[in-house]
Nanobody
Framework: QVQLVESGGGLVQAGASLRLSCAASTRTFSGYTMGWFRQAPGKEREFVAAINWSGANTFYSDSVKGRFIISRDNVKNMVYLQMNSLKPEDTAVYYC?????????????????????WGQGTQVTVSS
């Protein structure tokens, strides 16, 4: 069992930056692919970014590519999402997720169904 706790959400103006953090409670953190997803009111949960076990491979949705950066620290059991140039359409609850195993591709790691553990979410609101 892995517990994931997100933090760092808040209310910001368009163009601002935020850094989300996700703390994982597991002794085998490096054995997990990590992802960030988001869900806006009335919409389905959507993929934002993913990072493989070593951090060498990252994947992004087209809507955030070039603005968001995912990273991880396997010593601290943390995964981060640096969000720059935020837009009102980025407003959503952001979820951290963990997928068992080392394999990660753009297709596999973008699917919510591939992830085994989820955090409770953190709200990000971007005002115009």
């Amino acid at each position: 069992q892995v517990q994931l706790v997100e933090s760092g959400g808040g209310l910001v103006q368009a163009g601002a930056s935020l850094r989300l953090s996700c703390a994982a409670s597991t002794r085998t953190f490096s054995g997990y692919t990590m992802g960030w997803f988001r869900q806006a009111p009335g919409k389905e949960r959507e993929f934002v970014a993913a990072i493989n076990w070593s951090g060498a491979n990252t994947f992004y949705s087209d809507s955030v590519k070039g603005r968001f950066i995912i990273s991880r620290d396997n010593v601290k059991n943390m995964v981060y999402l640096q969000m720059n140039s935020l837009k009102p359409e980025d407003t959503a609850v952001y979820y951290c997720a963990a997928k068992v195993g080392y394999y990660c591709s753009a297709y596999v790691c973008s699917a919510p169904s591939q992830y085994n553990y989820w955090g409770q979410g953190t709200q990000v609101t971007v005002s115009s």
